[in-house]
């Protein structure tokens, strides 16, 4: 799999692709574990992708919170 590198990519993948709704509660899930340093899955993460793609990501789910919020 290959890094995302916009907004739009990033929600094609999500919704479309992998076919899971960008829900207030989802994002609110993924934003929790995304931010917290100490998860398992999220420094995984970070080994993988590395951090500035972990805060590129926790970016386009504030995005896509504000988007859910209106």
């Not at 890094?3 to 929790?32: M, V």
């Not at 951090?51 to 386009?60: C, F, K, S, T, Y």
Request: proline letters at 3%; glycine letters at 6%.
């Amino acid at each position: 799999m290959e890094s995302l590198n916009s907004y739009q990519d990033w929600k094609h993948c999500i919704t479309e692709l992998c076919g899971i709704p960008l829900t207030q509660a989802f994002i609110e899930q993924r934003l929790a574990a995304l931010r917290d340093a100490t998860d398992g899955k999220t420094r995984q993460f970070v080994e993988v992708w590395g951090e500035p793609h972990r805060q590129r990501v926790i970016g386009w789910f504030e995005q896509a919170q504000r988007e859910v919020a209106h």
